[in-house]
């Protein structure tokens, strides 16, 4: 079946400092990638958009210059949390689908984001 | 904007007894509404999925219905057994492929 590694797992970074998170997709090209935040006993909730080639579409209310999101191939996107501070403390979370929705939304196994 | 409203927020339930968790969607051109189970720390695991085109789907234990003139579908858990216990979420999008947007997700309890 289709895999997407999100990677790092943990990660824990000072205030003031960027992390940057990869979803790779290992054996399909993933068409259109998603980015999830989830607060702790709180749903998904849907960052952003991005389609390879494509600049991010994002969600009302998400700040597109802190969250950088790019999306350079087909089987690769990153997240950047830029000027990271405790309330960005999270676990993020990666979903990822083919043109012809061929897998469905695959799903990376998440980033604890921890801000001290 | 779109949004999914899912209840009840706990449930609890003993062995052996059926649980439903409902979802209601803003959006009447959502036409594919997966179901999640999610374990603490752990990616979703979709469990069912429904497209608009039919109204019920059924895979051992688990059921799901869609009633597209009320904008609502359900989640039918029989036969619970503690290994059921996990957050749950509803999901709905425009088109597959299109952005998910997930309910508020229920926890269940399946007491022994």
């Known amino acids: 079946g289709a895999v997407v590694s999100q990677h790092p797992s943990r990660v824990i970074c000072k205030s003031g400092t960027s992390v940057k998170i990869e979803c790779r997709s290992l054996?399909?090209?993933?068409?259109?990638m998603f980015w999830y935040r989830q607060f702790p006993k709180q749903s998904l909730m849907l960052m952003a958009t991005s389609n390879e080639g494509s600049k991010a579409t994002y969600e009302q209310g998400v700040e597109k210059d802190k969250f950088l999101i790019n999306h350079a191939s087909l089987t690769l996107s990153t997240l950047t949390v830029t000027s990271a501070h405790p309330e960005d403390s999270s676990f993020y979370i990666c979903s990822a689908t083919t043109g012809d929705f061929l897998y469905g939304y695959t799903f990376g196994s998440g980033t604890r984001l921890t801000v001290v | 904007g779109e949004n999914v409203e899912q209840h009840p927020s706990t449930l609890s339930v003993q062995e052996g007894d059926s649980a439903v968790i409902k979802c209601t969607y803003s959006?009447?051109?959502?036409?594919?509404f997966p179901w999640y189970k999610q374990e603490l720390g752990k990616r979703p695991q979709l469990i069912i999925d429904i497209r608009s085109n039919v109204g019920e789907k059924k895979d051992q234990r688990i059921a799901v219905t869609l009633n597209k003139t009320a904008k609502h579908f359900s989640l039918h858990i029989t036969e619970t057994q503690p290994e059921d216990s996990a957050v749950y979420f509803c999901?709905?999008?425009?088109?597959?492929?299109?952005?998910?947007?997930f309910g508020q997700g229920t926890e269940l309890s399946v007491k022994p």
């Open positions: 054996d399909f090209q993933a068409t259109t």
């Open positions: 959006d009447s051109a959502s036409n594919y």
């Open positions: 999901a709905a999008t425009i088109n597959q492929g299109g952005k998910l947007i």
